[in-house]
């Protein structure tokens, strides 16, 4: 799916989704920054699923540029600890990505101090499995820190790869 911006086109190799079918819980976010937001939301079709909407697009269009790239192989990686893309819809002024559920962020598990250290254990395992995963696939994580680690419905570890560059 090809996208046309100002001068340029940003070729996806991810489907490109229908709002009619997407319904979400704005107010039931999993995280956010003054750019983007994470929600929970169910998409027809796939089911429960988190939806990554990025705000002021055309502000961080460079950026945003230099990492499609990465979204496109990130979406082809079967990699267990990345979360699946399923796909992305563009509006006006915000684009979403739709990603398989994730619960809630590392961070939050931290604060909340709802880890037995088997889980801390056991999430370390996966972390690292991940950036091995990554590293043997020519690709780093761009921004790895506890708020841009999610758990997912199965308590596993899901990364969002690569946003942190550019929020």
């Not at 090809?2 to 995280?31: G, R, V």
């Not at 509006?91 to 990505?97: M, P, R």
Request: aromatic share 12%; with cysteine; glycine share 4%.
């Amino acid at each position: 799916m090809k996208m046309k911006e100002k001068n340029f086109t940003i070729k996806f190799n991810i489907p490109s989704l229908k709002t009619e079918y997407l319904s979400a819980n704005w107010e039931k976010e999993i995280s956010r920054n003054d750019n983007f937001k994470l929600c929970e939301g169910h998409y027809e079709g796939i089911g429960p699923c988190s939806i990554l909407i990025i705000r002021n697009i055309e502000k961080y269009m460079d950026e945003f540029i230099k990492i499609v790239d990465h979204i496109n192989i990130f979406a082809k990686l079967n990699l267990m600890n990345l979360a699946k893309i399923f796909g992305f819809i563009k509006e006006k002024d915000k684009f979403c990505l739709i990603f398989e559920r994730l619960r809630y962020s590392l961070q939050d598990c931290i604060h909340k101090k709802t880890l037995s250290d088997t889980d801390k254990y056991t999430i370390i395992l996966q972390v690292m499995e991940l950036l091995i995963s990554l590293h043997d696939n020519k690709l780093r994580a761009i921004d790895l820190r506890p708020s841009n680690i999610y758990i997912n419905d199965m308590g596993d570890v899901r990364m969002i790869y690569p946003f942190g560059k550019i929020f």
